[in-house]
């Protein structure tokens, strides 16, 4: 089944950080795909900016390469490249000088959309938003998109969405968490919203609870600086592992449109508990043969960073009272696998005398490996012998239904920049969503910080410390095998 492709207005794109890793990676192969698709109308522009010395044809070797390297569409041809790298410009520009702003705003075009990529590090957003105003350079439909992450406690959030209102409204700034991208995430709100048949049974009468996992199987590699100043908390918790806590647990908005849908999400931020020290579990991978831990990769001997967490999450609201979100993350685990597991309650009475332990159905909503959704349900057992009753999966792996190929399921990040231009925030962050979430995490990372606690160890290529599988335990319940 071919993926519908609506093309979006014309549109000058700048990528500033555009020879970063995330520009090589997801950025230009995302938008290459997108025209491709026909999405992008083929007059559209991109314009890269950053510090290094390129000229335009070494630029364009180095996206080729990119191109090369992160496209694996089967239907690639060289061609495409070609037209694509036409699209394509470089400036070099200082994001805290003034070298490159002349140039840059000579070079956008009157009467398209101008969108500002920032993809650089967080330091660099609020002098990036000053200077795009200093210079004149936008104008009340520009849009710019702000990378992950977005403050490293509520303080900083609220000092950072502070200056960039300074140049922009609201509705210009689409603070960027790819997780949302996803196609299993909306089809999240999709199986939610779009069928009659699970909405009446999404409530705490029906679930027993839930179960967010996104599980890493590499280490911090060479991210370890950067992220041992912050820690699976700062890095996933907060925003990845809240946004999708937010989408299975909000109430359906009146409308899909942005307003409607972060009210919502908001909502049910707001309608957290504080968080108990018992339910929360910290980790840090330890050495394990060749394996470095996470002290050594990180290079800071002594770190207290946490590598891994699990929570139990309580809503007091009337949908969810009573049924607890269990969220984990963490890296160096035994697989690579991210999931919302809905675990629905027991069966209330087995009429079947052979079969005490019927279990609740579990739908899953996979995102990695095989996107896909997936509902537990129980059967009997073919064949004579009486009522023997066994589990099976109601599968649907997207990539089996919808084809396999790149173009057919879009990366979450050219999705994501394809609503950039088209101005649809929806699956964005607002900026009062991003501090109710620090506001939820701040005091849980204070008290550690406080305490100066140190996380428990774990064995790389397992399930994580041995106190997140008490956590579960004293519930009565147990993580899914992921
Ligand atoms: P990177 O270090 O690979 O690239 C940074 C880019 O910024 C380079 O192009 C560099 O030239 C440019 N730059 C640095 N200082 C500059 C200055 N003063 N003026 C102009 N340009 C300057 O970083 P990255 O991995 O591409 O990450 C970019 C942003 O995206 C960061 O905020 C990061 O947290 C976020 N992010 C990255 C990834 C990823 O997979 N790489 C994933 C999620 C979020």
Known sequence: MAAQTIPVDDFDLVIIGGTGDLAKRK??????????????????????AARSDFTQDEFKSFVREALEKFVKSKKKNKKQIEFFLERLSYIKLDALGDEGWEPLAK????????????SVGPSLFAPLA???????????????VVEKPFGRDLASAQALNAELARSFNEDQIFRIDHYLGKETVQNLMALRFA???????????????????????????????????????????????????????????????????????????KALDPILEV??????????????????????????????????ANLSNWRWVGTPFY??????????????????????????????????????????????????????EPGPGGMRLTEVPLDMTFAEVLGDDELSIPDAYERLIMDVIRGDQTLFMRGDEVEAAWGWVDPIIKNWEEKQAKPAPYDAGGNGPDDSLMLMHKDGRRWREV
């Open 27 to 48: 950025i230009l192969p995302g938008l290459f795909r997108r025209l491709c698709a026909g999405q992008m109308p083929e007059t559209a522009r991109i314009i890269c």
């Open 130 to 144: 000053e200077r795009l105003l200093k210079h004149k350079i936008t104008n009340d439909n520009s849009r710019i």
């Open 279 to 312: 339910d929360i579990v910290r980790g840090q991978y330890r050495a394990d043969g060749d394996s470095p831990s996470y002290q050594d990769e990180s290079g800071n001997p002594d770190s207290t960073t946490e590598s891994y967490i699990a929570l139990k």
């Open 327 to 380: 969220l984990r993350t963490g890296k160096k685990l035994r697989n690579r696998a991210s999931e919302i597991a809905v675990v629905f309650k027991d069966p209330p009475h087995s009429i079947f005398a052979d079969s005490q332990d019927l279990k609740g159905n579990v739908l899953t909503i996979r995102l990695q490996p095989d996107e896909g959704i997936n509902l537990s349900m129980t059967i009997k």
């Open 107 to 118: 070079t956008l075009r009157k009467g398209v959309i101008h969108a500002f990529y920032f």
């Open 195 to 269: 069928n009659a048949l699970f909405e009446p049974l999404w409530n705490s009468q029906h679930i027993d609870h839930v179960q967010i996992t996104v599980a890493e199987s590499i280490g911090v590699e060479g991210r370890g600086a950067y992220y041992d100043k912050s820690g699976a908390m700062r890095d996933m918790i907060q925003n990845h592992l809240m946004q999708l806590f937010c989408l299975t647990a909000m109430e359906p908005p009146a409308t899909f449109d942005a307003t409607s849908v972060r009210d919502e999400k908001l909502k049910v931020i």
